[in-house]
């Protein structure tokens, strides 16, 4: 009975250990992390794109008790824009038209190295530490836009525009350069388990074309902002 109770002390007290929300010491450790966020366009790029999402995947240092340098990688995906409702003016009849077929997409894959410091008198053992974070990195991007009707077509006979024909799907694509900056607070769920939550500003050196006679101007650069929550675990 006796060794049934200290089993069951052993027990409570390891449990109290694994969910108590702290982690040991953590400096000189690794961690992994995955992330899902709410990643939205600001400014002229949101005429090309309204709303869009991202996830990756992160490796942690805990470089001092106040540092962590951090590298992710995460994959983007946008859609929505002015496009996929705009309508040109025909100059023949000064009529207005739409497209119909009107498609936009966008893809980012980027590599971002960060570093991560915790805000006050916290360090990253605490329960919960609110963090600063800036980074930079490399962006490849792609953006399609297809379906949208030829506004540069010869007026047919009947001066209207002929609406099935369709110009060919355009790519801008590139690699560019991107920084970014924001808060963050990670809060320990058990001791070596923490959920993170971080909002940040986003700027990529990127270009995407004008579509003039649709109301959409050259988007550069690429000003975005994103809502994350993800889960890191240090080893």
Known sequence: MRGLNVATVTLIILFACAASGRAGDLEGRWGLGAFGSYYAPLFKFRDMYDQGGKFGATVNYVARPKWIAEVEGHYARMSGGKLKEARFTFPADGLQYASDQA?????????????????????????????????????????????????GQS?????????????????????????????????????????????????????????????????????????????????
């Open 103 to 151: 498609d936009t997409r966008m893809f980012f894959t980027s590599v971002m190295v960060n570093w991560l410091h915790t805000l006050g008198t916290g360090v990253w053992e605490t329960k919960g530490a609110p963090y600063a974070i800036f980074g930079a990195g490399f962006n490849y991007y792609d953006s399609r836009v297809s379906g949208l009707v030829w506004a």
């Open 155 to 235: 007026p047919p006979p009947s001066k209207h525009p002929d609406l099935t024909k369709i110009m060919e799907t355009t790519h801008d694509k590139s690699v560019a350069v991107a920084f970014s900056g924001g808060l963050g607070y990670q809060h320990f769920m058990a001791r070596n388990t923490a959920l993170d939550l971080r909002v940040r500003y986003n700027l990529v050196l990127g270009e995407l074309r004008p579509f003039a006679m649709w109301g959409v101007n050259r988007s550069y650069p690429f000003h975005l902002f994103d809502l994350g929550l993800g889960l890191r675990f240090f080893m």
